[in-house]
């Protein structure tokens, strides 16, 4: 075994996009997390047979790739902009509706998170629960160190989003280490609510947002384990799939 | 009653001085903590008969106020600085050693926040562990809303000053309500912490820190419940005692 391979990998933990500054990227693994709903989207499309998402920050670059044969999907404040094909519902994604299509898409936090760290990182990944088995076994084999972005709320925590980097957290600790005090609270927190993640989010300031839009079937999916095993990651600026 | 009591009052939690610009604090009460060590040897000055801390950002501007008859208290990275009188450790203010003197102090977190909200919060309030319960008390009677500011280490997340807010998150749940994530998150972690403190604190960044420094003595002291019963109050700039 190399000397690189006992070296015990680190995870940290962002929490936020507004913190993201204090972090030191280079050289390490980036997963980026936006459970409700970016991510979930993305892993969901790209498992239905999307060729790719490239994501966009404003909504007028997502929409001018419309004349160069790409699905436009765009989402502000929780809802579909009215003139894009699609909206941020990874219910949408399913039955490969779009198979061997390409998509823009723009949202309000995840894509920004992506844009932020693309350049800097080693990998890219993106998260979600609906693949999240995949996702660990894949950074199993990885050799660098990891930090989770958690897209969180127009740049507050989010519940979802450091819920799940504590999933990863705590389902990892045999491959990586951790003295990151984010990390450990949200290991701690998902060690003691895994049973029990719908009730406890249920509280979330996120998903009352969505309830009062009525999509609890999307709640609902984004919150279940594994659906898929793909893992997301980030090439030459688009998100392709990869079998884990 | 009056409609105003009727109200049921919010908390929201901050969990870093660096997120601070996305809280309004306008007519809210504000609750400043800084487990390790600021705010817990600020109560435990106020306790042994301090007359008033003036918190300072800057080493220069503390050091000057020796002249004006102040003790000075100056920490930097966990640290004492060398030509002040005293550091950061709660230890060193017990014993009525200060009775009636006025302390200008200057740490690396927690002064910095206190100066960031004095100008625009109703109260800002002191917190700590070794008096949670007479915060506690104290809160139960104010009618406004709470933010707890948490005062981190270096703009990050830290475990023992997110937990305390989930301490106060937790025994104010029949007074308060929330709909805030970070509050939420803090609160479900505390409670299933809660009689395991010192050995979850254990593996935080900044125990750890604090224990290359050979201060376990002082881990210990910030961890413990109600060893007082007053509360520290910022008043015209400076932090004071009130019994709750």
């Given at each position: ?28 693994n980036v997963l980026i997390v ?89 990998k890219v990944l993106i998260g ?7 996702t660990?076994?894949y950074l199993?084999?990885q050799?660098?160190?990891l ?84 893992i997301g990651l980030v ?10």
């Amino acid at each position: 075994m190399s000397q690189t391979k006992n070296k015990m990998k680190r995870i940290e933990t962002c929490l936020s996009p507004e913190l993201l500054h204090l972090y030191n990227l280079q050289g390490k693994n980036v997963l980026i997390v936006d459970i409700f709903r970016a991510t979930t989207s993305m892993i969901s499309a790209l498992a239905n047979g999307v060729i790719s998402i490239r994501p966009f920050r404003s909504l007028e670059e997502c929409e001018a790739m419309k004349h160069e044969g790409f699905i436009i999907a765009g989402e502000r404040d929780g809802k579909k902009v009215e003139s894009f094909d699609l909206g941020n519902s990874p219910l949408s994604y399913l039955n490969h509706t779009f198979s061997n299509r390409k998509i823009a898409m723009t949202t309000t936090n995840g894509t920004l998170a992506i844009d932020a760290v693309k350049a800097i990182a080693n990998k890219v990944l993106i998260g979600a629960f609906i693949n999240l088995n995949a996702t660990i076994e894949y950074l199993k084999n990885q050799e660098e160190d990891l930090v989770i972005l958690c897209a969180g709320w127009k740049g507050k925590f989010n519940l979802e989003d450091s819920l799940y980097a504590g999933a990863i957290a705590y389902f990892l600790s045999k491959d990586y280490t951790t003295d990151c005090d984010g990390t450990l609270a949200m290991k701690s927190l998902y060690q003691f609510n895994q049973n029990n993640i719908k009730a406890f989010l249920a509280n979330a300031s996120h998903t009352k947002r969505l309830q009062n839009q009525n999509i609890e079937a999307d709640i609902d999916f984004c919150l279940s384990y594994d659906i898929f095993d793909v893992i997301g990651l980030v090439k030459d600026g688009e998100i392709i799939a990869q079998q884990s």
